[in-house]
């Protein structure tokens, strides 16, 4: 029997934004492994199977994190190669901020097992639902806080600036689960130079069951150096500015606008034989 994996998404808030389809590949699976939020998650996935493998026991405070997503990707393909129908389920979507589902379906496509993934709701998702913003009227820059601090990037500060997992600013060890004032001190210098002291920002958090609150805080951009801070913390940074027109663009546009207008209005040749 050719083994399988498939990625399934059981999303953030327990029982409540798993999808069907990913509801039945966990219940049809012959092994599950999972990589859940909490230990009420991993109880409620053991209720839809009988075999079921949590992927937590990998993580180690000051091991490299890229060690252990490589050791759960191995245990994850091994069952695979094995001839299992698998399934690797995680909170919120298999695809963002887990880079363990991407890794392992890419590995088993490669050794020619059908590998596929299907989506669940994420924190990004229910984030536009809790605080309310459409990224269409905008726009909104997503970064891991890290990689903004690593690199430069073009900050647009009339869209929404949302940074994840912000308790890790500046880690380039992959191996804390959160980092401390200084280097917090030195996001919030980066940030300094985009936004006013007195700007607000939100710190926010998704829900993981229905009956309790997510987090709002909101906080000046100076006091997120002392904030309580934990690793499914988001920063939203609302814009401080308006945006500017392109008047260039605009003017192309309008011309053609006009050249369109015409053609429209433009008698059609008549053929007379």
């Known amino acids: 029997m050719s083994g399988s994996l498939v990625c399934v998404g059981t999303g953030m808030t327990l029982g409540a934004h798993i999808s ?8 049809q699976a012959d092994i599950v492994f999972s990589l859940m939020a909490n230990g009420f998650a991993q ?8 075999d079921v493998r949590c992927l937590q026991g990998f ?11 490589n050791e759960m990707v191995e245990a994850i393909l091994s069952e695979v190669c094995n001839g299992k129908k698998v399934v690797a389920a995680f909170y919120g979507h298999p695809g963002v901020f887990a880079c363990v589902a991407h890794r392992a379906i890419k590995k088993a496509k490669l050794d020619d097992f059908p590998a596929s993934m299907e989506p669940g709701i994420s924190a990004e998702d229910c984030l536009y639902a809790d605080l309310g913003i459409d990224p269409g009227k905008t726009g909104c820059m997503h970064y891991e806080t890290s990689q903004f601090m690593f690199y430069k990037r073009n900050i647009d500060t009339s869209a929404h600036l949302i940074l994840w997992q912000v308790a890790l600013a500046g880690d380039k060890s992959l191996g804390k689960f959160s980092t401390g004032k200084a280097y917090r001190q030195v996001l919030v210098d980066l ?16 829900k993981g069951i229905a009956i309790e609150p997510m987090r709002e805080d909101k906080i000046l ?35 053609i606008d006009k050249q369109e207008e015409r053609n429209k209005n433009r008698p059609a040749l008549t053929l007379v034989l």
Do not use: F
């Open 20 to 27: 069907p389809i990913s509801q039945s590949h966990i219940e």
């Open 43 to 50: 109880k409620w996935l053991e209720g839809m199977n009988a």
């Open 59 to 69: 993580y180690q405070e000051g091991k490299n994190r890229n060690i252990t997503y």
């Open 191 to 206: 940030l300094l130079e985009h936004y006013p002291r007195d700007h607000e920002v939100i710190l926010y958090q998704a």
């Open 221 to 255: 951009l100076t006091e997120l150096v002392d904030a309580d801070l934990l690793m499914q913390t988001t920063l939203v940074i609302p814009p401080c500015s308006v945006m500017q027109a392109n008047e260039e663009l605009l003017a192309k546009l309008a011309k």
